[in-house]
């Protein structure tokens, strides 16, 4: 892996260093009807008229009152409040830019001449990763913000954009092309603004987040590793440190075909997927936050009613954020695959389809919990007058920097629900408020001139 020459960070907190080293109009209709119902925002996420530090500001937290009341910060959150129509405008008309995994192109190319249009370097690698780099003056750390563009909806779905009062509704909606719009409107702003970072900012869209995290994995494998990454792909409110270990695996089953009239007594290759179903349903998961979860997703095999089909297979969706129970419960799994088998006198196989690695439990993650990029964030939070919980988990592009010991969170700017539904749904005034902690945060961590 390529890395960073050592750098000079003299400049900021030492705790900072890491340890180990549709149509445009029709979208611009809906933003100007959804824009007055979004203008007043409920208790719970209203800006405070005069932000105040929490006087229990987190030891490991490098916001301050100096980073908000600066002129350049000032002016870059009044930006994003006078183009929160833009902004919204852009959200509903990435939203209808279709974007299954692996077929991200169109909205590769908008988010590419988005950020040229800003001035920003802009390349598109082997996968279709579009990266836009604003680079800073010198001193700080290198953030990267990671979002995806890809859904998990095929081509043909439906995904125009209706407005229900202050909400958006459409597959992908909230997952996750509110941070689409987002990471735009916040270069835009800086640009504007002339806020300058010692640090570069580093604006990575990504691909195929929803198949296994292979393009922030191909990323991560083929550019320098940063000093802090930053997915935004999560609720506001929420700060995800950890990684959640998720194994996707298909298990086939393969027997001689037959004739329903001769079948009696036969190997049967759909009956061991059944007695291999039932028997992984029977493991005992340990519950709880460090424990586990699985899930049989995918049914298939046969063709006719009236044959032994020759192959069938399941797949199964196992996750633990402890890397050692993941394994040990797939080792059990196989082993119960190979006896269901064995049983039924069939063969079995498996592909390995996805084998994101577990960050770890808690207590394993106590030191990142203190991390610089975790309490700044949630103490950005507490200034904006918003409730937030650190989570040892995630399911997100920062699983993939986890995992390579580079600090990074899942955060988000947006608050929705119904993901990787049809039902999808965004609440729009709490994008408001999310982008004034974004600008926050972008200066807090990588420093402001």
Same mark, same amino acid.
């Given at each position: ?16 260093? $890491? ?24 208790? +719970? ?117 209706? &407005? ?8 992908? &909606? +909230? ?113 709880? +936050? ?28 196992? $996750? ?16 119960? &695959?190979?006896?269901?088998?064995? +049983? ?106």
């Amino acid at each position: 892996m390529t890395r960073h020459p050592a750098r000079t960070l003299r400049c900021l907190p030492a705790q900072l260093v $890491r340890a180990h080293r549709p149509s445009a109009t029709r979208a611009r209709t809906a933003a100007l009807t959804l824009l007055a119902a979004a203008t007043a925002l409920p208790a +719970s996420l209203a800006l405070p008229t005069t932000p105040a530090l929490a006087q229990d500001q987190a030891a490991g937290s490098i916001f301050s009152a100096a980073v908000a009341e600066h002129p350049a910060v000032i002016r870059a959150g009044e930006i994003l409040e006078r183009d929160f129509e833009r902004q919204v405008e852009e959200w509903i008309h990435l939203t209808q830019i279709p974007a299954p995994s692996g077929q991200e192109d169109e909205r590769g190319a908008y988010m590419g001449e988005a950020f040229e249009a800003i001035g920003l370097q802009v390349t598109t690698d082997a996968m279709g990763n579009v990266t836009a780099t604003r680079p800073g003056t010198g001193g700080g750390p290198t953030i990267v913000y990671a979002v995806h563009m890809d859904t998990v909806f095929p081509l043909d779905t439906d995904v125009t954009v209706r &407005i229900d009062g202050d909400t958006l509704r459409a597959p992908g &909606i +909230s997952d996750n092309t509110n941070e689409l719009a987002a990471i735009l409107a916040l270069a835009r702003a800086m640009d504007e603004a002339g806020l300058e970072t010692r640090g570069d900012i580093v604006f990575v869209a990504t691909v195929e987040e929803e198949v296994g995290l292979k393009g922030m994995t191909y990323w991560l494998d083929n550019n320098p590793e940063p000093d802090m990454l930053i997915a935004l792909d999560s609720g506001l409110g929420s700060v995800m440190y950890g990684a959640l270990g998720i194994y996707w695996t298909r298990y086939f089953f393969r027997g001689e075909a037959a004739h329903t009239m001769a079948s009696t007594g036969r190997p049967h290759p759909a009956r061991a997927l059944s007695r291999a179903i039932l028997s992984v349903y029977e493991l005992d998961l340990p519950s709880g +936050s460090d424990g586990a979860v699985m899930n049989v997703g995918i049914l298939d095999g046969g063709e006719i009613f009236n044959g032994i089909p020759e192959e069938v297979s399941f797949t199964l969706d196992l $996750r633990s954020v402890d890397p050692e129970l993941l394994e040990r419960l797939n080792a059990e799994v196989e082993a119960r &695959i190979a006896a269901a088998a064995e +049983s039924e006198g069939v063969e079995w196989r498996l592909e390995a389809v996805n084998r994101t690695p577990a960050g770890g439990t808690e207590a394993d993650l106590a030191d990142r919990r203190t991390h610089p990029v975790v309490e700044t964030t949630m103490d950005i939070h507490r200034h904006l007058g918003l409730d937030v919980r650190a989570v040892a988990s995630g399911a997100t592009d920062a699983n993939v920097a986890v995992g390579r010991g580079i600090p990074a969170i899942a955060t988000g700017t947006g608050r929705g629900g119904g993901a990787h539904s049809l039902a999808e749904w965004a609440y729009v005034p709490a994008q408001r408020t999310g982008m004034q902690m974004l600008i926050l945060l972008t200066a807090a961590l990588a420093g402001v001139q």
